[in-house]
T-cell receptor, first 112, second 116 residues
């Protein structure tokens, strides 16, 4: 299973764009990249998923370079309510790779 | 359309007792995952189940822990003879069947187990 590496923590001011990068050097051909957000005392919540290039939804954008060995979650104009832990997952639902493993995540702190 | 329902939300047990955590997946979801989270740590995969089948239990301790997802009813995570180290938040997630790609998980609010 592809292992992921993320920064442990990041700080930002409200209104700024935040980019969180995840490294996954041994990503497999079938693997997708998925990001989740977790607030204290809550279960994680799906943010975005992609395979290659760029994916955008109403919440975030996900940038994946051609070699797919890393990915960047971009949060435009963060607010205080974006303070949370962000997890990058790499995996697929192919055979035993169905297990989806969370890393330690990136703790984002947004302040005024 | 209710989300993933977990109960109890909070459970207190004394050492040596049994803990049973229940998870009802979202309607239409046939896959269930259980994760454990210690304070200030990430989520640790425990087990992945489909109806009446354990697909991957590589993250579950070999002793005292078991999980099931029967044909009818919720998925159950059972911890026998609990110890203080079992105190954690246990999250259940469900996903629909997909033929390709990666499962997108919908999580419940978690069950917080405290062992005295």
């Amino acid at each position: 299973l592809a292992k992921t590496t993320q920064p442990i923590s990041m700080d930002s001011y409200e209104g700024q764009e935040v980019n969180i990068t995840c490294s996954h050097n041994n990503i497999a051909t079938n693997d997708y990249i998925t990001w989740y957000q977790q607030f204290p005392s809550q279960g994680p919540r799906f943010i975005i998923q992609g395979y290659k290039t760029k994916v955008t939804n109403e919440v975030a954008s996900l940038f994946i370079p051609a070699d797919r060995k890393s990915s960047t979650l971009s949060l435009p104009r963060v607010s205080l309510s974006d303070t949370a832990v962000y997890y990058c997952l790499v995996g697929s639902n192919t055979g035993t790779a169905s297990k989806l493993t969370f890393g330690t995540g990136t703790r984002l702190q947004v302040t005024l | 359309n209710a989300g993933v329902m977990q109960n109890p939300r909070h459970l207190v047990r004394r050492r040596g007792q049994e803990a049973r955590l229940r998870c009802s997946p979202m309607k239409g979801h046939s896959h269930v995952y259980w994760y454990r989270q210690l304070p200030e740590e990430g989520l640790k995969f425990m087990v992945y189940l489909q109806k009446e089948n354990i697909i991957d239990e590589s993250g579950m301790p070999k002793e005292r822990f078991s999980a099931e997802f029967p044909k009818e009813g919720p998925s159950i995570l059972r911890i026998q003879q609990v110890v203080r180290g079992d105190s954690a938040a246990y999250f259940c997630a469900s996903s629909p069947q997909r033929s390709s790609g990666a499962n997108v998980l919908t999580f419940g609010a978690g069950s917080r187990l405290t062992v005295l």
